[in-house]
C-alpha cells in the first residue's frame, strides 16, 4: 500500500488482508467519521429561533454578503460526531504515553476536582484583592515550595510555558547586565538543549553560538571555557540533557561562567528527574523555568494550558517581572507596578497582562500537598528506574548511544542504527501504533541521527512497561530484518500514513465545499 500524497488525511485505502469491505466504511467501533461540514447542511439549525427583527444597521456597510456556512446539526448529531472523533485519539488516560522530554504522567482526579472549586475556577483577574485571598494564598505557597525544591531566592509565577520563562529569564539577565553598563551580545546554547533555548535567545537579540557535547553526550566543559568572554552574556544550559543524561559538571560551568561575568539559564524542563534531590540554586544557577504542566502533573499538550515559573538566584531576584503574591499581617497583596516601590524598582516589566494560570497553580500545589517532600522524592526516583529498565531492556535490540555514560535520567534515548537498508525510525514509530502505543518522540535530540526518545514517567507500572517493551523490541527487530509491511504502517489506525512532508509544507487547513455541492446550492 503506497502512502497517501496528500496534506489532509483522507479514508482508509482497503487492501487484501483487511478482509470484506464493509458498505458503510465502519469496521465495528472503529467507525468512519466524516467532516462536520460534510455532516451538517447550511439550511438545518438544531435550534428553533424566532426570526430576528428588522432594525437599521449599525455596522456602517460592513454587515455580511453571503451565508455564513457553518454546518447545522440537531445536538444529538454533535455529540455524536465529537464523541467519535475522541475514539479515536490516543490519551494518557487509555495507555502509555511514552513521549520523551514531555513527561505524560497521569494527572491525579483530585488535582482536576480541586481545581474546579468555584473559589479557584470562577475568579476574574480584576476582583478585588480582598475577595481573592484564597486564591493568592494558593499561588503564594505554591511559590514558596518551588524557591524550597529550587534552592532560589525568587520566582515568577506568571510566564505561561518553558518557552515563555526562557524568555523571562533571559530578560531578567538582560536587565541585570544592563544596570552594571555591561552590555553583551552572545548566548551559549549547548548540542544537548532543547531546541527552544537558542530561539529564545535569538528572540532576546542575542547571537547563539553552539557549544559542542562531548561523545558521552554532555556539555564539553574545555570547548565552554575556551569560548567564555566579555562578549557572552549568557549560558543555556539543559539539565537533565536531552541525551537523557545529568549533566555532572555543572557547578564547575557555572562557577567559570560567573567568572567571565555572564549568568547561568537552566531549562528545567526535565526537572521531574531530579525534584527532591538536586536543587539547581546550589549547582549555580541563576534562573531556570519549571514546567508545572510537566514536574507537577497538571494536563500538559494540545496548545496549553501552561505555566512555567522561573526562578532567580540573588543576583537576579531584583529584576524579576511583576507582578507577584506578597504575604504581609493582613494578608496577601498583589505587588504591581503601583505598589513595587524602591524595593523592586528594577523590575523589567512583566510578561502578562495579569497573575497566571490558576488551573495549573491549583493543580500543582494539590499534586506537591498529596505527595510532600518525601513522596516528591520518591516521584523522581521512579522516573529514573523506570527510564534506565526501558534502556537497559532494549539496549540489547536498539542501538543505544549513550548507554555507556552511566545511568539516564527520565529518558531512554536509542538511534536507527541496525535497521535493514531503507529502514527508518518513523517506520518504528507508525509500527508502535499498530501495537497500540503512541509513539516515542523522534528525530529529537539532533545530535543522535534517528533518535528515537522514550520517556516512562513515574506513573507506569512494571506491567505497563513490560507490555510496551514487548511491543517496541518486536517492531524494531522487524525493521531490522527488512519487513516491508513496515512502511505502510499503521494499517490499524483510522487513518493511514501520509506523506509527512507534503503535510507539513502544503497543508490543508480549510474546508472547501465540493463546486458542484456550491452550484446545486445557488
Known amino acids: 500500500m503506497s502512502m497517501l500524497k496528500e496534506g489532509r488525511a483522507t479514508k482508509p485505502v482497503p487492501v487484501a488482508h483487511e478482509g470484506r469491505p464493509t458498505t458503510t466504511g465502519n469496521k465495528a467501533l472503529m467507525l468512519e467519521e466524516a467532516l462536520i461540514f460534510e455532516l451538517g447542511a447550511h439550511d438545518t439549525t438544531g435550534v428553533d429561533i424566532a426570526p430576528a427583527p428588522q432594525v437599521h444597521s449599525r455596522l456602517g456597510g460592513l454587515e455580511r454578503r453571503k451565508p455564513i456556512a457553518l454546518p447545522g446539526l440537531s445536538e444529538p448529531e454533535t455529540v455524536r460526531h465529537y464523541t467519535r472523533l475522541s475514539r479515536q485519539n490516543y490519551g494518557i488516560d487509555l495507555g502509555f504515553f511514552p513521549l520523551g522530554s514531555c513527561t505524560m504522567k497521569h494527572n491525579p482526579r483530585l488535582n482536576e476536582k480541586v481545581a474546579r472549586m468555584p473559589g479557584f475556577a470562577d475568579i476574574h483577574p480584576l476582583a478585588p484583592v480582598s475577595t481573592v485571598q484564597g486564591a493568592l494564598g494558593v499561588i503564594h505557597e505554591l511559590a514558596e515550595w518551588l524557591k524550597t525544591l529550587t534552592g532560589m531566592a525568587a520566582v515568577a509565577m506568571s510566564p505561561k510555558a518553558g518557552a515563555h520563562g526562557e524568555l523571562c529569564g533571559l530578560l531578567a539577565i538582560r536587565a541585570a547586565l544592563e544596570a552594571r553598563g555591561d552590555a553583551r551580545s552572545v548566548v551559549l546554547v549547548p548540542e544537548s538543549a532543547h531546541g527552544t533555548n537558542p530561539a529564545t535567545a535569538a528572540f532576546c537579540g542575542y547571537a547563539v553560538e553552539d557549544i559542542p557535547a562531548t561523545a558521552e553526550g554532555r556539555v564539553d566543559l574545555a570547548a565552554l571555557e575556551e569560548r567564555l568572554g566579555p562578549d557572552v552574556a549568557a549560558v543555556m544550559i539543559t539539565n537533565p540533557n536531552t541525551c537523557g543524561l545529568f549533566e555532572r559538571d555543572l557547578k564547575r560551568m557555572a562557577d567559570a561562567v560567573h567568572a567571565a561575568g555572564a549568568l547561568v539559564y537552566c531549562d528545567g524542563a526535565n526537572f521531574n528527574a531530579i525534584v527532591g534531590r538536586v536543587r539547581p540554586g546550589d549547582l549555580g544557577v541563576d534562573a531556570m523555568h519549571i514546567n508545572l504542566h510537566k514536574t507537577f502533573s497538571t494536563p500538559h499538550g494540545g496548545g496549553g494550558p501552561g505555566s512555567g515559573p522561573v526562578v532567580f538566584s540573588e543576583a537576579l531576584a531584583p529584576f524579576a517581572p511583576l507582578p507577584f503574591v506578597e504575604k504581609t499581617e493582613d494578608g496577601y497583596v498583589l505587588i504591581e507596578e503601583e505598589t513595587a516601590g524602591e524595593h523592586h524598582a528594577g523590575s523589567f516589566g512583566r510578561m502578562v497582562a495579569f497573575h497566571g494560570q490558576m488551573g495549573m497553580f491549583t493543580?500543582?500545589?494539590?499534586?506537591?500537598?498529596?505527595?510532600?517532600?518525601?513522596?516528591?522524592?520518591?516521584?523522581?526516583?521512579?522516573?529514573?528506574?523506570?527510564?534506565?529498565?526501558?534502556?537497559?531492556?532494549?539496549?540489547?535490540?536498539?542501538?543505544?548511544?549513550?548507554?555507556?555514560?552511566?545511568?539516564?535520567?527520565?529518558?531512554?534515548?536509542?538511534?536507527?542504527?541496525?535497521?535493514?537498508?531503507?529502514?527508518?525510525?518513523?517506520?518504528?514509530?507508525?509500527?508502535?501504533?499498530?501495537?497500540?502505543?503512541?509513539?516515542?518522540?523522534?528525530?529529537?535530540?539532533?545530535?543522535?541521527?534517528?533518535?528515537?526518545?522514550?520517556?516512562?514517567?513515574?506513573?507506569?507500572?512494571?506491567?505497563?512497561?513490560?507490555?510496551?517493551?514487548?511491543?517496541?523490541?518486536?517492531?524494531?527487530?522487524?525493521?531490522?530484518?527488512?519487513?516491508?509491511?513496515?512502511?505502510?504502517?499503521?494499517?490499524?489506525?483510522?487513518?493511514?500514513?501520509?506523506?509527512e512532508t507534503l503535510a507539513a509544507r502544503k497543508p490543508v487547513l480549510v474546508w472547501t465545499e465540493p463546486q458542484a455541492v456550491a452550484e446545486a446550492a445557488e
Open 363 to 499: 493543580r500543582a500545589l494539590t499534586y506537591i500537598m498529596s505527595h510532600g517532600a518525601d513522596g516528591l522524592r520518591q516521584v523522581s526516583g521512579d522516573a529514573v528506574l523506570n527510564a534506565n529498565y526501558i534502556l537497559r531492556s532494549l539496549e540489547g535490540v536498539l542501538d543505544a548511544p549513550f548507554a555507556a555514560s552511566g545511568p539516564c535520567m527520565h529518558e531512554a534515548l536509542f538511534s536507527d542504527r541496525g535497521m535493514a537498508e531503507g529502514f527508518t525510525t518513523l517506520d518504528i514509530a507508525k509500527g508502535l501504533i499498530d501495537e497500540g502505543f503512541h509513539p516515542m518522540t523522534v528525530y529529537f535530540p539532533l545530535v543522535v541521527h534517528g533518535a528515537m526518545l522514550v520517556e516512562p514517567t513515574e506513573t507506569e507500572s512494571k506491567a505497563a512497561l513490560d507490555q510496551f517493551i514487548t511491543a517496541f523490541r518486536s517492531v524494531a527487530e522487524r525493521a531490522k530484518a527488512g519487513d516491508e509491511a513496515l512502511k505502510s504502517a499503521p494499517h490499524f489506525a483510522p487513518r493511514r500514513r501520509l506523506d
